[in-house]
């Protein structure tokens, strides 16, 4: 698929969740020296504040995700 390749394998947070099939939420990553919001899906519906990992690109700032079981420390930790 066309996208970010860059995106994939990085963890990053939810600041709006998913919706599983029925929608996407939000995901912040820092990539590329910053930090960026892409698109999240998922196959199940995730909450808010949840450490994912991005799996794949589905195109221009869009990209599926898992749950992350264990969040490295700070490396997620972004302010309200």
Known sequence: MDGDPSAVGR????TIGTRGPNGPGEVLIKIR?????FL???SETL???M???I?????AR????VRWSE???AAVEFPD
């Open 55 to 59: 799996i794949e690109s589905r195109g």
């Open 62 to 65: 869009a990209v599926n995700v």
């Open 11 to 14: 963890v990053g947070v939810l």
């Open 40 to 42: 999240a899906w998922s």
């Open 33 to 37: 020296g910053g930090s960026e919001s």
């Open 47 to 49: 909450p808010k504040g």
């Open 71 to 73: 969040p490295p420390t």
């Open 51 to 53: 450490a994912v990992l």
